[in-house]
Structures are given as structure tokens and as C-alpha cells.
């Protein structure tokens, strides 16, 4: 009932930067190494990459990894694959940070929340960070990895008895808490929640609805600059929408723009044709944000840091308890 730890095995293995700095590390004092997590992840990954055998048991491992009780995990009980990895990655880092070397995990899979509580009607903001190493999404009702991203950031208005209390002014005013990607991490991991309770029958299930996710997933929309760009037009949208006299001007703006095309006074698309509306673009998902050095609005480098390629799926077959 290893399963859960060869996938997670697997998925750290096939990452350059983290493989390489647990090959890397200083070797583990051979008093030490049968206990050490790290010492025996570090000799399986080297099996893995310089071992002539077709596969590996790691039961040298499995005896240094302990349960919480202290005792070498039963290796035939079912265990969440979650759970093991963050706990396999605070072994791995702490081992290297207090042993004065550089963590493996961190520098490739972390990242940072910023919490923000949003005023409204006020220009104030209060924010606090947070590392993380994944991102924990629902499953249940969502349908595809995007709704569910788009349900994480979405926040929640704090109104009447529930009001934030704002300490620049002094008073309760209504206001939106919501969570963000302040700093998005190289390797991106999510995690889906697909383990759920049921309160009425008291027992724990397992969500097994349609559950869809790109081959390339664009983060922007889901970072503090991101959600700040799009409040930006969401307000602006709304300002227009309450002054009917600019709108109006806009209208004829665009009237007279049109006007001049038609009759060739206007510029073109090209220099051998005339009367030819100017092209646009229509692509506003890869805008770089807000801020971001080296970039403009039409720039497609700037936004590939937002960009992510699927590498690997961990996927539970089980069922709840098995």
C-alpha cells in the first residue's frame, strides 16, 4: 500500500532543480543515516538516477519515516498522498537549512499568499502574506480547475453586524476579504479536495464528479496584480456606465473615428489599402500586469511567467478509506 509515496517519489524526482539538490547535499553522518529521512531519500534518488536495476524497494525508508506516534509507518495501511508530501518536504528543507545548506523544495515550490481586506469606498488595504508550497482547491460543484481557482479568489463581503473594523479610520466599514498569489513559485502544485464529510451520516466520501483542468493553465487572474487589474476595469466600467453624457461622447467619438475611415482620411491597417479599420487586439489574457519589469501591454514574454505546462497528475483510485 506504498502507492501514494512512489507518486510523490516520482513527481520530486522528475524535477531537475530539486533532484539535483538532494544529490547535491553533504552526505548525512553514517551514525545518523538510519534514521534519517533525508539520507534515505537522498541514497533513493540516487539509485534512481545512477542504479542499473529496473526498480528500487525502499524499505530502509520506510523504516526512518515515522508516524506521529514515532513508530516506522505500516507500510500496509492506505495514507493521503497530501499528507506525505508536506511532510516529506519539511523533512527535506529543515535537514538542509540546519545543517547550513540551501533548501531543495522551497526555492522551486514555494510561493506566497497575500490575505487582503479590501475597504470599500476607501482607499485603504490591509494585507498580510504567507508562504505556501501548494494550493488547495474544491472539487465538489466545480466542474473544471479554472472555476474552482476562480471560487478560491473570489472573496467574501464583509457588511452590516459582520463589518471590518478599520483601524486607519477609526470604524466598522463594509469591506472584501479575499486570498491572492502575491509570488507564484516555479513548480506550481494544486491540490484537489476531493475527500469530503458527510454531517448527516457521519462518515467521509469521496468526491467523484467530472473534474476538468488545461494542458496550460494562465495564473494572472489569480494573483494580487491580476484581481488589482481587474478591479481597476470593473470600477472604471462602472463609472462609465453612471455618466451618460461621456458616454455619449465616447459614442461620438467613435461615430467621427468611423466617419474618417470610410472616407479614407483615417489611417489603415496596412500601406497598400485604404479604408480598412485598424486591427486590434483581442487577446487581453496575456497582458503583462501592472509593475512587471521588462514588459508592455502587448507583450506575450512578459505574461509567460504566468504560464503553466502540465507535467504530472496524482490521482486517488481508492476509495475513501482504502
Same mark, same amino acid.
Given at each position: 500500500?506504498?502507492?501514494?509515496?512512489?507518486?510523490?517519489?516520482?513527481?520530486?524526482?522528475?524535477?531537475?532543480?530539486?533532484?539535483?539538490?538532494?544529490?547535491?547535499?553533504?552526505?548525512?553522518?553514517?551514525?545518523?543515516?538510519?534514521?534519517?529521512?533525508?539520507?534515505?531519500?537522498?541514497?533513493?534518488?540516487?539509485?534512481? !538516477?545512477?542504479?542499473?536495476?529496473?526498480?528500487?524497494?525502499?524499505?530502509?525508508?520506510?523504516?526512518?519515516?515515522?508516524?506521529?506516534?514515532?513508530?516506522?509507518?505500516?507500510?500496509?495501511?492506505?495514507? %493521503?498522498?497530501?499528507?506525505?508530501?508536506?511532510?516529506?518536504?519539511?523533512?527535506?528543507?529543515?535537514?538542509?537549512?540546519?545543517?547550513?545548506?540551501?533548501?531543495?523544495?522551497?526555492?522551486?515550490?514555494?510561493?506566497?499568499?497575500?490575505?487582503?481586506?479590501?475597504?470599500?469606498?476607501?482607499?485603504?488595504?490591509?494585507?498580510?502574506?504567507?508562504?505556501?508550497?501548494?494550493?488547495?482547491?474544491?472539487?465538489?460543484?466545480?466542474?473544471?480547475?479554472?472555476?474552482?481557482?476562480?471560487?478560491?479568489?473570489?472573496?467574501?463581503?464583509?457588511?452590516?453586524?459582520?463589518?471590518?473594523?478599520?483601524?486607519?479610520?477609526?470604524?466598522?466599514?463594509?469591506?472584501?476579504?479575499?486570498?491572492?498569489?502575491?509570488?507564484?513559485?516555479?513548480?506550481?502544485?494544486?491540490?484537489?479536495?476531493?475527500?469530503?464529510?458527510?454531517?448527516?451520516?457521519?462518515?467521509?466520501?469521496?468526491?467523484?464528479?467530472?473534474?476538468?483542468?488545461?494542458?496550460?493553465? %494562465?495564473?494572472?487572474?489569480?494573483?494580487?496584480?491580476?484581481?488589482?487589474? !481587474?478591479?481597476?476595469?470593473?470600477? !472604471?466600467?462602472?463609472?462609465?456606465?453612471? %455618466?451618460?453624457?461621456?458616454?455619449?461622447?465616447?459614442?461620438?467619438?467613435?461615430?467621427?473615428?468611423?466617419?474618417?475611415?470610410?472616407?479614407?482620411?483615417?489611417?489603415?491597417?496596412?500601406?497598400?489599402?485604404?479604408?480598412?479599420?485598424?486591427?486590434?487586439?483581442?487577446?487581453?489574457?496575456?497582458?503583462?500586469?501592472?509593475?512587471?519589469?521588462?514588459?508592455?501591454?502587448?507583450?506575450?514574454?512578459?505574461?509567460? !511567467?504566468?504560464?503553466? %505546462?502540465?507535467?504530472?497528475?496524482?490521482?486517488?483510485?481508492?476509495?475513501?478509506?482504502?
Amino acid at each position: 500500500a506504498t502507492c501514494y509515496m512512489n507518486a510523490v517519489f516520482q513527481q520530486l524526482f522528475m524535477q531537475p532543480q530539486i533532484r539535483a539538490g538532494v544529490l547535491g547535499a553533504a552526505a548525512v553522518e553514517p551514525a545518523e543515516v538510519s534514521e534519517s529521512v533525508f539520507a534515505q531519500l537522498q541514497n533513493m534518488f540516487a539509485m534512481m !538516477a545512477l542504479g542499473k536495476c529496473m526498480f528500487f524497494i525502499p524499505r530502509d525508508f520506510w523504516f526512518a519515516f515515522k508516524d506521529y506516534d514515532g513508530s516506522p509507518i505500516d507500510v500496509k495501511e492506505h495514507q %493521503d498522498a497530501y499528507e506525505f508530501f508536506t511532510r516529506l518536504q519539511d523533512f527535506i528543507d529543515q535537514h538542509l537549512l540546519s545543517s547550513g545548506q540551501a533548501p531543495a523544495i522551497k526555492p522551486v515550490m514555494g510561493g506566497r499568499f497575500v490575505q487582503q481586506v479590501i475597504c470599500r469606498g476607501h482607499d485603504f488595504t490591509s494585507e498580510r502574506q504567507e508562504d505556501f508550497y501548494q494550493i488547495s482547491v474544491d472539487v465538489k460543484g466545480m466542474g473544471s480547475l479554472e472555476r474552482s481557482l476562480d471560487d478560491y479568489v473570489k472573496g467574501e463581503l464583509m457588511e452590516g453586524d459582520n463589518a471590518y473594523f478599520c483601524e486607519e479610520l477609526g470604524r466598522r466599514v463594509p469591506a472584501v476579504k479575499r486570498s491572492a498569489i502575491k509570488a507564484l513559485p516555479h513548480m506550481l502544485c494544486i491540490h484537489l479536495k476531493r475527500f469530503e464529510f458527510d454531517y448527516h451520516n457521519q462518515t467521509r466520501y469521496k468526491v467523484r464528479d467530472r473534474f476538468e483542468f488545461p494542458l496550460e493553465l %494562465d495564473m494572472f487572474k489569480y494573483t494580487a496584480d491580476g484581481l488589482a487589474a !481587474a478591479d481597476q476595469q470593473q470600477k !472604471a466600467a462602472e463609472q462609465q456606465q453612471g %455618466d451618460p453624457q461621456q458616454q455619449q461622447q465616447q459614442l461620438d467619438r467613435q461615430g467621427s473615428d468611423l466617419s474618417q475611415q470610410q472616407d479614407g482620411s483615417g489611417p489603415s491597417s496596412s500601406s497598400g489599402g485604404g479604408g480598412h479599420l485598424p486591427r486590434q487586439s483581442s487577446d487581453t489574457a496575456h497582458q503583462a500586469p501592472p509593475g512587471k519589469p521588462g514588459g508592455s501591454s502587448s507583450s506575450s514574454s512578459s505574461s509567460s !511567467a504566468y504560464l503553466y %505546462d502540465l507535467m504530472g497528475v496524482v490521482v486517488h483510485s481508492g476509495s475513501a478509506f482504502t
